[in-house]
C-alpha cells in the first residue's frame, strides 16, 4: 500500500525558513529515487528537487541554491529544507517517486506560504 505523509509547511515571512519532512511506505521510498512537487494556485505541478538514493541531488533552477534535499533511508523519509523562502514559493508541496508512476497516488500535501 503506497503511503505518503508530508509535513512541516507554514506561513513564514520572506526570506524565512522551513523544513518539511514526507514519511513513505517502504516499497515507494526503498528503492526509488523521491521528487518535491509542489502546486501552486492556478499552476500545474511542477518538479523542484530530487533525492536519489545513492545521495545526488537535483533541483529546478528557480531553488537551486534555496533548497536542500535529504533523505534518511532507515526512516523511509525524505526532507526538503527550504531557505531564503521567497512568494513565489507559495504552494502546496507534496512528495513521490520520481519519475511518477504511470497513475501516481498524491498524499495531502503542505501548504507552505510566503508573505512578502
Known amino acids: 500500500q503506497v503511503r505518503l505523509v508530508e509535513s512541516g509547511g507554514g506561513l513564514v515571512q520572506a526570506g524565512g525558513s522551513l523544513r518539511l519532512s514526507c514519511a513513505a511506505s517502504?516499497?515507494?521510498?526503498?528503492?526509488?529515487?523521491m521528487g518535491w512537487y509542489r502546486q501552486a494556485p492556478g499552476k500545474q505541478r511542477e518538479l523542484v528537487a530530487v533525492?536519489?538514493?545513492?545521495?545526488?541531488?537535483d533541483y529546478a533552477d528557480s531553488v537551486k541554491g534555496r533548497f536542500t534535499c535529504s533523505r534518511d533511508n532507515a526512516k523511509n523519509t525524505v526532507y526538503l529544507q527550504t531557505n531564503s523562502l521567497k512568494p513565489d514559493d507559495t504552494a502546496i508541496y507534496y512528495c513521490?517517486?520520481?519519475?511518477?508512476?504511470?497513475?501516481?497516488?498524491w498524499g495531502q500535501g503542505t501548504q507552505v506560504t510566503v508573505s512578502s
Open positions: 533525492c536519489r538514493t545513492v545521495g545526488i541531488t
Open positions: 517502504r516499497s515507494t521510498f526503498s528503492i526509488n529515487a
Open positions: 513521490n517517486r520520481h519519475p511518477l508512476p504511470t497513475v501516481p497516488y
